[in-house]
C-alpha cells in the first residue's frame, strides 16, 4: 500500500507490472486499449464503446490516432482531475508522470484505468485472477533534476526490448514521439513541465538519448546517438 500522500498541483512517477511479471499486452489492441484509458480517464467521464477505438487506431497506422470528436477531447481537458505529461507502456508494466490537479485524483485515475484493463484484459484472454501486482507505485518528482531524469528514463524504457533498441523515438506507446515530433493528443498530454526547459524539441531529443538512464553495463551514453 501507498504511505505517500498526494498534492495537489505536485508531479508524480506513477508505475506498476504485471501480478507474475509475464507479459500483459500481448497484441497492437491490447496496448492500443490502455493507451485510451490513460489518455481518457484523466477526466470522471463515461465512454461507451470503447471496443470500436482500438481496432481504429490499429488500422490508422501513420496517423495513431482515436476516432473522438473534438468536443469530448476539450471536455476531457476541462474536467479532468489529473495531468498527464509522459508515458510508456511496456509489455509487462507501465510508467506515467502524471499531476494531481484535484484530491484523489490520481488514486481515482488508476483504480479506474486498471480495473478497465483487467476486466478487458481477463474477459479477452480467459484469465483470472489480478492482473496487476498490487495498486501501484507512486513517486513524488521533488526537483527539476529528476523531473528532466524521469522524463528520460520514461521515454528510453523501450530500448530494453531488443527490436526497440535505438528506435526509442518511433516507440508506438510512448509519449516520446509526442515530446520531439508534433504532439498527437494535444491537451491531452501536456509535456510542458519538461519541455520548456529546452529551446528546442532537438535539444530535449538530444538529452534523452545523451541520458545516463536505462544504459547497459559499459555502454557509453555518446554511443545512443549512433544508433538508429
Known sequence: MRRIPFAINSYYHICNRS??????????????RFLF??????????????????????RHR????????????EKVVATRRVGLSAFAIMPNHFHLLVQEKEEGGISRYLQR???????????????????????????PVETDKQLLYLSAYIHRNPRDLEEWRGKERTY??????????????GGLLKSNIFLNQFSTQ???????ETSTAKLRQGESPIKNLLLE
Open 172 to 185: 508506438p506507446w510512448s509519449s516520446y514521439q509526442d515530446c520531439i515530433k508534433k504532439n498527437r493528443w
Open 19 to 32: 501480478n507474475d511479471e509475464k507479459a500483459i499486452f500481448l497484441e497492437e489492441k491490447d496496448y492500443a
Open 202 to 208: 532537438k535539444s530535449y531529443e538530444t538529452f534523452v
Open 113 to 139: 484505468i486498471q480495473n478497465g484493463y483487467a476486466k478487458y484484459f481477463n474477459a479477452k484472454h480467459r484469465k483470472r485472477g489480478h492482473l496487476f501486482q498490487g495498486s501501484f507505485r507512486a513517486i
Open 37 to 58: 484509458l490513460i489518455l481518457f480517464y484523466q477526466a470522471p467521464l463515461s465512454f461507451f464503446n470503447i471496443g470500436r477505438q482500438t481496432p481504429y487506431f490499429v
Open 62 to 73: 501513420r496517423h495513431r490516432m482515436f476516432n473522438i470528436p473534438a468536443q469530448v477531447l
